[in-house]
């Protein structure tokens, strides 16, 4: 079983169309830390919920990055369509000559156990010298700490089972990435974004889901991770 944790049902029919039935929904309310990428806050998000539930969690965290505002709202993308709205956020856009945009989507997993060594990147819980856990990604911290220039490989075949015995929950990150622009709102469907957020030539709120599905942020990253998981 694989808990998918999230409180919308929309992503968790998107989880069972790549990975099956066995995803289940665990609503749990999670620290979601203040962070500038996206990698940070879910890896934080799934140890916190492999803590609470004791089983194989999923966390996602996506955002939406406006090129002309240097990748704004980002990881703040939550918070910025529940206090300023997503036709704003159209508003602001459309002064601008470069309209581009992209999703982004990264999905963290947890089992309480290491990582063989793979292309998708693990993130490490490292602790300070006084102790404290240190949230900080594995591809910064982990370096830092050990004082060597690793590889993602290297660094996920470095997990080990005493480094879980200790503390340390490593994290799968597996990502994905859909460009668009930033057009005026348009569409029923969807969610959050989608009716300003256009991919070739349409935006996510007039596609089914299963159109939606076929090409977004998420389901990107849940295709890439269907195929790990199904070895794992």
């Known amino acids: 079983m694989l808990r998918f944790v999230t409180t919308n049902q929309g992503k968790v029919r998107e989880a069972r169309e790549y990975l099956g039935e066995t995803v289940e929904q665990l609503d749990f309310d999670y620290t979601e830390i203040q962070a500038d990428d996206l990698v940070t806050v879910a ?3 799934a140890r916190e919920a492999y803590r609470h539930a004791q089983e194989p969690v999923l966390v996602d965290d996506a955002g939406l990055f406006v090129d002309a505002f240097d990748g704004f709202p980002g990881p703040y993308s939550a918070y910025v369509e529940d206090t300023v709205g997503v036709e704003r956020v159209w508003r602001l856009t459309r002064e601008e000559d470069d309209r581009s945009a992209s999703f982004k989507t990264v999905l963290a997993y947890c089992d309480g156990e290491g990582f063989d060594a793979s292309p998708e990147p693990v993130d490490h819980e490292t602790r300070t010298e006084d102790g404290s856990r240190d949230e900080r990604t594995g591809s910064g911290a982990t370096r830092e700490r050990r004082g060597q220039d690793q590889s993602a490989e290297e660094r996920a075949a470095a997990t080990t089972d005493d480094q879980v015995a200790t503390g340390d929950l490593p994290v ?4 994905g990435y ?4 930033i057009v005026a709102p348009r569409g029923e469907g969807g969610f959050g974004y989608d009716p300003i957020f256009e991919h070739d030539g349409t935006t996510f709120a007039e596609m089914t889901p299963e159109e939606k599905n076929a090409v977004s942020h998420r389901g990107r990253a849940l295709a890439k991770f269907g195929e790990w998981y199904r070895e794992r």
Do not use: D, L, R, Y
């Not at 799968?172 to 990502?175: G, L, R, Y």
């Open 178 to 181: 859909v460009p668009g622009e």
């Open 172 to 175: 799968k990150i597996f990502e």
């Open 43 to 45: 890896a934080h998000g």
